[in-house]
């Protein structure tokens, strides 16, 4: 099983940033910078129960996702708080809508989370704002991209390869809807800096 804090995002090097949004809370991960906004509590919960529907004897060694997040950028190199929170600072809310679930597989090269011992299971996530911010800090701030293409998702659980299949498609957090309006900057040194523009802005 996960650990049970809010969101988490996997490690890929120890000088590397992540920015991502959730209406929960935010933790860090080993080695890692990163930026978060909470998912709602209510539908946080909705996210759980789903992940709960995934069969025990599916499950990999990580288990179901304890912390329901959505990551905006990943890679960022830096480890300052101030210069996201300036790049940020004129945003509104963020809208964010849930989809149905699909998955990351193993055997796939792009899989944004895929690994060669287990599936990603997740629910897609439909957000404009997501893709202009993921471009806009991408644009602005020094990173190096691990994955092509930005697919925003939920992680609901990490099963054995080859298992995953099963839980596509399924619509028990699909159009959900919240509004991210606050973010936190966690360090690779592991301190969190939490909504970073403060007031009414988005981020």
């Known amino acids: 099983m996960r650990r049970a804090s809010l969101p988490s995002v996997r490690s890929v090097s120890s000088s590397f940033t992540f920015i ?11 080695g890692r910078q990163s930026c978060r906004s909470l998912i709602m509590p209510a539908i946080a919960k909705r996210v759980l129960a789903a992940s709960q529907k995934i069969a025990e004897a599916d499950l990999a060694s990580d288990g179901r996702e304890a912390a329901p997040h959505v990551t905006v950028k990943y ?9 996201v929170r300036q790049l940020l600072a004129d945003e ?6 849930l989809g149905k679930t699909s998955i990351f597989a193993a055997n796939e090269a792009t899989a944004q989370r895929g690994g060669e011992q287990y599936d990603v299971v997740k629910a897609e996530v439909l957000s404009p704002d997501l893709h202009r911010l993921n471009k806009k800090i991408a644009d602005a701030l020094p ?9 925003p998702h939920v992680t609901l659980a990490y099963v054995k390869a080859g298992t995953g299949a099963k839980y596509a498609g399924r619509a028990d957090v699909a159009g959900q809807s919240f509004t991210i309006g606050s973010l936190t900057f966690s360090g690779k040194n592991g301190v ?12």
Do not use: C, M, R
């Not at 509104?92 to 809508?97: A, G, L």
């Open 20 to 30: 991502s949004f959730q209406q929960i809370s935010f933790i860090q991960t080993s």
């Open 75 to 83: 890679g960022l190199h830096g480890d300052d708080a101030e210069e």
């Open 92 to 97: 509104q809310p963020i809208k964010v809508t």
């Open 143 to 151: 990173h190096t991209d691990t994955h092509p293409t930005y697919q």
């Open 192 to 203: 969190k800096t939490k909504a970073l523009p403060a007031g009414n802005k988005a981020l």
